[in-house]
């Protein structure tokens, strides 16, 4: 079956640095997306990944290993407003988005 | 975990013509039930919000008559594209509210699971 793993609630320090992995399992590949959802708000897009290797864009970044079926985002120099719902979602061969639960990040001041 | 399913997963269809997308959430009741849109690469677009047994709630810029929506039970919310034009052509997705009470959080807590989403191409 498919299946999309992630922690379910991570706490870190404000300006420190925290790495949320995803593993998961589908039927084919085309991509990994990340979305961050504030408490009552829509998802935005972070990033998408559909090679193997990191991407940068500013504070956050997002890794991906095909072979392991592995993907990480990392969040650097984190602010208070970073305290949010982080979702990974992998699209599979039918172009459909398998979610995981989602990773509930609280910063501590 | 909870499951939320879509479908149709795809659909084409021709300009002039509606479409109706179902969203179930398969092993709980959810009142209620929210349609995202997606463009590639780009946030969730919120569309409207379902409500079992009450008319949705619809964001602005969102046209009601265009996009109806009807909550029909606890499971099942559906979304209908009326006269689609190709403009409609997206990626929809739907996602279903689980209220729970949690003993860490020490009261309610809801939590948000998405479905698979529908690709819609109206030629």
């Known amino acids: 079956g498919q299946n999309i793993d992630q922690p379910t609630e991570m706490t870190a320090t404000e300006g420190a640095i925290v790495q949320i992995n995803c593993t998961y399992q589908?039927?084919?590949?085309?991509?990994l997306f990340w979305y961050q959802q504030h408490a009552g708000e829509a998802p935005t897009f972070l990033s998408y990944?559909?090679l193997d290797g990191l991407e940068e864009k500013g504070r956050f970044s997002s890794f991906l290993s095909r072979s392991k079926g592995y993907s990480y985002l990392l969040l650097k120099e984190l602010q208070m407003k970073d305290s949010a719902s982080y979702l990974c979602?992998?699209?599979?061969?039918?172009?459909?988005?398998?979610w995981g639960a989602g990773t509930k990040l609280i910063i501590k001041p | 975990g909870a499951v939320v399913s879509q479908h149709p997963s795809w659909v084409i269809c021709k300009s002039g013509t509606s479409v109706k997308i179902e969203c179930r959430s398969l092993?709980?009741?959810?009142?209620?039930m929210f349609w995202y849109r997606q463009f590639p690469k780009q946030s969730l677009m919120l569309m409207a919000t379902?409500?079992?047994?009450?008319?949705?709630?619809?964001e602005q810029g969102v046209e009601k008559d265009k996009f109806l929506i009807n909550h029909a039970s606890l499971t099942l919310s559906t979304l209908t594209v009326t006269s689609a034009h190709p403009e409609d052509s997206s990626f929809y997705i739907c996602?279903?509210?689980?209220?729970?009470?949690?003993?860490?959080?020490?009261?309610?807590?809801?939590?948000?699971?998405f479905g698979p989403g529908t690709r819609l191409l109206v030629l």
């Open positions: 379902s409500n079992e047994g009450s008319k949705a709630t619809y």
């Open positions: 092993d709980f009741q959810a009142t209620t």
């Open positions: 990944n559909v």
């Open positions: 979602a992998a699209m599979d061969s039918n172009y459909q988005l398998i």
């Open positions: 996602s279903a509210i689980l209220s729970g009470w949690t003993q860490l959080a020490g009261g309610p807590e809801e939590t948000q699971y």
């Open positions: 589908t039927s084919g590949f085309n991509g």
